[in-house]
């Protein structure tokens, strides 16, 4: 079973545009990832956020986390034809020490 | 450093016959995983090791996977008799600490085709 849903399925925006994402989980968490796969590839980790943070930064991701809305987004800004993949957000459930999927958004960036 | 290894890349073979994927991990990850992945979704656990243990294969089905990781290093994941619906993506990761504070390494993957 996969605990996370993702916001949108599907997204196409327009190079330099800015990309948002949005997770929801069902449970308590240790920390939150998101990780980006490109077709045919495996999973490329970007970002690790815990549960007593709130938003983090690395490049030109930006990630929030809402334990109470149990709920997190991923922020691509001035996006790039490279950008263009599969994000998946993942959750560390609390007193698990394994990540659960969610189904992931495929971007696409058009030139 | 060398990333996480696995082989074949591609397996297309007949239902019923059996199949194996190899996993090496980066060195000094004590905890590696195997992962499914469907079509168009995210990936699912299999199994969790920590070194030569399994810890968590509470997702694995038993009638037909198997997997071992002999030394605690490499590891294969065996399917007989494969099954149409076993045609997937088989991710392996593994992580420093089982908590994956730092996140996982995954390899490409093996595209397994069963028809």
């Known amino acids: 079973s996969q605990q996370g849903e993702e916001d949108p399925q599907a997204l196409s925006i327009q190079e330099g545009e800015n990309a948002t994402m949005n997770c929801s989980y069902k449970?308590?968490?240790?920390?939150l990832q998101w990780y980006r796969q490109n077709s045919g590839r495996g999973l490329v980790h970007l970002i690790l956020?815990?549960?007593?943070?709130r938003e983090k930064h690395s490049g030109r991701l930006r990630v929030t986390l809402d334990t109470s809305k149990k709920s997190s987004s991923l922020l691509i800004t001035a996006s790039r034809a490279a950008d263009t993949a599969s994000y998946f957000c993942?959750?560390?459930?609390?007193?698990?020490?394994?990540?659960?999927f969610g189904q992931g958004t495929r971007l696409t960036i058009n030139p | 450093e060398a990333g996480v290894v696995q082989s074949p890349r591609y397996k297309i073979i007949e239902k019923k016959q059996p199949v194996a994927f190899w996993c090496n991990p980066i060195?000094?990850?004590?905890?590696l995983y195997w992962y499914r992945q469907n079509l168009g979704q995210g990936p699912e656990l299999l199994i969790r090791?920590?070194?030569?243990?399994?810890?968590?294969d509470s997702q694995l089905p038993k009638d037909r996977f198997s997997a071992e990781r002999l030394k605690g290093v490499d590891s294969t994941l065996k399917i007989q008799p494969a099954e149409l619906g076993d045609s997937a993506v088989y991710l392996c990761?593994?992580?420093?600490?089982?908590?994956?504070?730092?996140?996982?390494?995954f390899g490409s993957g093996t595209r397994l085709t069963v028809v």
């Open positions: 449970t308590s968490i240790n920390n």
């Open positions: 090791y920590e070194n030569e243990e399994a810890v968590d």
């Open positions: 060195s000094g990850h004590n905890t």
């Open positions: 990761a593994s992580s420093r600490q089982g908590l994956a504070l730092h996140g996982y390494t």
């Open positions: 956020i815990r549960s007593n943070e």
């Open positions: 993942a959750t560390q459930i609390q007193g698990a020490q394994k990540l659960v």
